[in-house]
């Protein structure tokens, strides 16, 4: 069911140290910081050749990334994104077999304008998952 990796996405205490590091370091090409304020974190894309990273840090108040931060202060894995075709058949196979997924549900409008979903990371070895319907 589900298909390529679209993106894994790392939570970072510094953003412009992360991407140096992706650039300078590893010889990527690395996007300029954007702000996505409706998602609360300012982004940068790591394009690799068969997937991208995303580096996150947090922007606004209630940005779902400040906490992960506070637990995981030096940053760390936020979530992986695969890619699936009909996001609400794939939502409808994974409650019937059990998995949680979170919110009310519903897919989102995602960082990329495309229906997500997320599921929890206890049903998944400590990992959150979002699915984006390409
Ligand atoms: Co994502």
């Not at 790591?46 to 997937?51: D, H, K, M, Q, Y």
Request: glycine letters at 10%; aromatic letters at 4%; one cysteine or more.
């Amino acid at each position: 069911m589900i298909g390529r990796l679209n993106h894994v996405a790392i939570a970072v205490p510094d953003l412009d140290a992360a991407a140096a590091r992706y650039r300078d370091m590893l010889g990527a090409t690395v996007s300029p910081p954007r702000d996505e304020t409706e998602h609360g974190v300012r982004v940068v894309f790591v394009e690799l050749p068969n997937t991208k990273i995303e580096l996150l840090h947090p922007l606004g108040e209630d940005s779902p990334i400040a906490g992960f931060l506070a637990r995981n202060p030096s940053g760390g894995i936020h979530h992986m994104c695969f890619e699936v075709a009909d996001i609400r058949a794939a939502r409808d196979r994974l409650l019937a077999r059990g998995a949680r997924v979170l919110g009310d549900g519903e897919p989102k409008i995602g960082a990329h304008g495309k229906p997500v979903l997320f599921l929890h990371p206890k049903d998944f070895d400590g990992t959150l998952i979002e699915l984006e319907e390409v």
